[in-house]
């Protein structure tokens, strides 16, 4: 069984990782480049979808994360937990705050790239926690 649990965080973690590397890698930066009405609509767009979705996914890695270290313990599995818990408060107490905001924009007088680029400068250490709590369950599978 826990076995069966390393490779579910694996497999969950990793595109995880995947997807917030690109959205910070390829998708911002694009977008960045667009005029307001474009900026808008992909900042926004984007904030409303990968908000709704994003939460469980976060949920269900951190409660991967616990299961596995309730049921077997070590210092990379305890690593991986704590390093995603704080990824998990970071999103909840400074990103979704920020993202919140971008998905409201109704029209290109809101936009605010300020705002946005410091959303970015958090993601990016968001995606490194969570490169780091991969690169932790792969060491402790």
């Known amino acids: 069984m826990e076995h069966t649990l390393w490779i579910v965080a694996l497999v969950v973690t990793g595109p995880l990782v995947g997807i917030e590397l690109g959205v910070a890698a390829v998708l911002n930066p694009l977008a960045a480049k667009l005029p307001d009405s474009g900026f808008r609509v992909v900042r926004g767009g984007g904030s409303r979808w990968l908000g709704a979705a994003m939460p469980f996914w976060y949920a269900g890695v951190l409660a991967l994360l616990l299961a596995l270290v309730l049921t077997s313990g070590g210092g990379a599995r305890i690593a991986a937990t704590a ?4 990824a998990v408060v970071l999103t909840v107490t400074v990103l979704v705050p920020i993202n919140t905001r971008v998905g409201r924009w109704a029209a290109d007088a809101d936009v605010d790239r300020t ?27």
């Open 83 to 86: 390093v995603m818990g704080v």
């Open 115 to 141: 705002l946005t680029r410091r959303w970015d400068t958090f993601h990016w250490v968001r995606v490194a926690l969570l490169a780091a709590v991969l690169l932790l369950v792969a060491v402790s599978a």
